[in-house]
């Protein structure tokens, strides 16, 4: 929207950014001039009262003020095997196609990583046919995709450890040979914290490089807290070993979850992440919005504060 500040028009970002439904855990994808946000979608009616999950939507961007919804590109029924728990999902480009990861409950299992694949990053995403990551437990969830400039790809996942898998090039296999790595859950990487491994990293990776650091950035529970903020840590290697950097945003929200995102757009870098904000928020309606940040000169970054409605663009 454009304001008159100190007699000059300038452009805003109004938070949430998604306010037609109730949207969670984006996954902002940079992909030519145009921003895509991928997010989960919190239906209006509950089932259980618990998170009630059926699909993914795509929203896009070429300026941060003007969104265009793609509605729904990928869901449940498009995942013969899965029957559940549409959850965090991240998207990549290689070789002129797309890659949706997204977690989903396997029917008569636990939690799995579906593979959706389009030739175009509105979708319409079509299913691998067959989980890409099935341990049988329940940390196979909120995937994070990455390739490095060696052309090695990465997908990190996992509450409560942080596990990953080398992808192969077709980004719909990975190196079974290494099969799935485990970091080490330790306080010199994600701090000490309240979560079931005694540190504070509990979900939702978001994992990404810049200026030759890798950063690791997830949903936290701090010590004392029962809701989650996001921590940060750094490596200067794909694969660790990851050094703890700080608290990057705090707990408030009113909703008990929160999934970082992160992206450089034209000159600015992004967070976005998920409130409860919209009318008729819960814990289990939550809405999408961002906020600008900057980066220090040794790559750390500082606690950085919930945008207040607006942001300048």
């Known amino acids: 929207m454009d304001i008159q500040v100190n007699g000059t028009e300038k452009e805003f970002c109004s938070n949430p950014i998604i306010k037609s439904i109730y949207t969670a855990d984006p996954a902002p994808m940079v992909y030519g001039d145009t921003l895509y946000l991928y997010t ?8 259980n009262d618990f998170y009630t999950m059926f699909d993914w939507r795509c929203f896009s961007t070429k300026d941060m003020v003007n969104w265009t919804d ?24 290689r070789n002129g196609k797309f890659y949706l990861y997204c977690p989903v409950h396997k029917k008569d299992g636990g939690m799995a990583i579906a593979v959706g694949i389009s030739d175009s990053p509105t979708g319409p995403f079509k299913d691998l046919g067959y989980p890409l990551v099935d341990e049988g437990d329940w940390n196979d969830i909120d995937p994070t995709v990455f390739i490095d400039d060696d052309g ?22 990975y190196n079974t040979e290494i099969g799935v790595g485990r970091i080490p859950m330790t306080e010199e990487a ?14 939702g990776p978001w994992f990404y490089k810049r200026n030759g650091l890798y ?37 408030e929200g009113g909703v008990f979850t929160n999934h970082p995102g992160i992206c450089d ?36 970054i500082d606690t950085i504060p919930k945008s207040k409605g607006m942001y300048e663009i």
Not at 40 to 47: A, F, G, N, P, S
Not at 82 to 91: F, L, V
Not at 159 to 170: I, Q, T
Not at 190 to 203: C, D, I, P, R, V
Request: some cysteine; charged content about 20%.
């Open 152 to 173: 090695q790809a990465y997908l990190y996942f996992g509450n409560p450890e942080l596990r990953y898998v080398l992808l192969n090039e077709d980004m719909i296999s």
């Open 265 to 300: 757009f034209k000159g600015h870098s992004l967070l976005f992440y998920h409130t409860g904000e919209l009318p008729g928020g819960s814990l289990f309606h939550r809405s999408v919005c961002v906020t600008e940040f900057k980066y220090n000169a040794d790559g750390s």
């Open 40 to 47: 989960t979608h919190d239906e209006d009616k509950l089932i």
């Open 190 to 203: 994600f701090a000490k914290g309240s979560h079931n491994t005694g540190t504070s990293y509990g979900e």
């Open 215 to 251: 950063y690791m950035v997830y949903a936290a529970f701090r010590e004392g807290s029962k809701d989650e903020s996001f921590g940060y840590s750094i490596s200067e290697s794909p694969l660790g070993p990851w050094k703890y950097g700080g608290v990057l945003m705090t707990e």
């Open 70 to 93: 793609h509605g729904v590109i990928f869901s449940l029924n498009d995942i013969e095997w899965a029957d559940a728990r549409a959850w965090a999902p991240q998207c990549i480009e």
